[in-house]
């Protein structure tokens, strides 16, 4: 989130400790812990079984976090369904956590899956408060959002989420990744963000077209300016800077939406999320039983460590997370197991390796 928050899997942030005191007397200090003054990345508590609600109220101003929230674990249902159910042997594990000061997470992660090496999709709901360049770091504006706070002043926040990340065991089924998200400041400011992308290691044109096709009937539906400006804010974020390159052939994202009703913002983003099963699992049924040799193994194997490339430098929703005293394993759900970086590979001119090159150099049209 990943502009993908998101992943958004974090939680409430981590605080800088205090530099100890220096002894009052020689031979008579006793060594201490810094104290804690607030949430870190390691002091999520694991219970049994997710409440109702990670949501504080849900009156005033918290009736949009409250539905935000059901909308998008209803979604993690039937996402985790369908792809179990496609999948045939896998099984999400799911791990339940909270924090002390508010919020917590859902993660699910499917590892050793039939058709998925590794398949995960995490919701978070997160309180606590933020440096200014943190929450410039999730979002495009950044600076807009910390308005009228003085210089060094942390941001009180809440962040909702969800994030998924899938990679298919064939190299002919692409990976994808999705994140949608809701962020509010105390101060009554309000955004929501999000995406579907798609990262296949070989060019199957049919199955771009309808994995853009389908997004691109809902932005129709909502605004007809949203997918050729969603599509293109893909390609631009989703970019390898230092490879020249983009992760994969792009879908939408978007972010700092907030120019039109909460209601219209919330319910596109719900039709987004609801549109993965439709947009992504039909290419790997038809993809997840084709024949592929080692060296197609080995190409998928490199798009992957691309993949992490973008992930560990570039990501927003990583950076946020990291800054923000995240749940790390939530955080870095989105890796590979398996990944392969080869020293100076060039495609060989006229492969299919070399023909999607050309595509994640020079993003193209789908629909």
């Known amino acids: 989130m990943a502009r993908r928050l998101l992943a958004l899997a974090v939680s409430a942030t981590a605080l800088q400790a205090p530099h100890a005191k220096a002894p009052t007397a020689p031979l008579q200090a006793t060594a201490t812990a810094p104290a804690k003054t607030g949430p870190t990345w390691d002091d999520h508590v694991a219970i049994p079984e997710a409440p109702d609600t990670m949501v504080k ?8 976090r409250r539905k935000f929230e059901q909308m998008l674990r209803e979604a993690q249902n039937k996402i985790c ?4 159910e496609l999948d045939g042997e896998g099984t999400f594990r799911q791990d339940v956590w909270e924090r002390e000061n508010g919020g917590g997470g859902i993660s699910r992660v499917m590892a050793g899956g039939k058709v998925w090496e590794k398949a995960g999709c995490s919701l978070s709901v997160v309180y606590g408060s933020m440096p200014q360049e943190a929450l410039a770091s999730a979002t495009e504006r950044g600076v807009d959002r910390a308005k009228g706070m003085e210089p060094g002043e942390r941001v009180p926040f809440f962040a909702c ?34 995406g579907t992308d798609i990262t296949p290691a070989y060019l199957f044109e049919e199955d771009m077209a309808h994995f853009h096709g389908t997004y691109k009937d809902i932005c129709d539906k909502h605004d007809p300016e949203y997918y050729a400006k969603f599509k293109k804010w893909a390609d631009d974020y989703f970019l390898i800077k230092h490879r020249g390159e983009t992760r994969g052939l792009g879908g939408i994202f978007f972010d700092d939406q907030n120019n039109k009703s909460p209601d219209e913002h919330y319910a596109f983003s719900k039709e987004c999320v609801n549109a993965v099963t439709d947009a992504y699992l039909p290419i790997v049924a038809k993809r997840k039983d084709a024949p592929f040799t080692e060296q197609e193994k080995e190409w998928q194997l490199m798009r992957r460590g691309r993949y992490v490339e973008f992930n560990l430098v570039y990501d927003r929703g990583t950076v946020f997370g990291l800054k923000t005293g995240g749940r790390i394993e939530s955080i870095l759900m989105s890796l590979p197991e398996t990944a392969r970086w080869e020293y100076d590979h060039t495609p060989a001119e006229g492969s299919r390796e070399a023909e999607i090159l050309k595509c994640f150099k020079t993003p193209r049209e789908w629909v």
């Open 161 to 194: 989420g969800l994030s998924s990340v899938m990679h298919p065991r064939n190299p002919m089924a692409p990976t994808m990744h999705f994140n949608y998200r809701y962020f509010e400041t105390d101060g009554g400011v309000w955004w929501f963000g999000g």
């Open 81 to 84: 369904s369908a792809v179990e």
């Open 57 to 64: 109220g849900v009156e005033g101003n918290d009736s949009m």
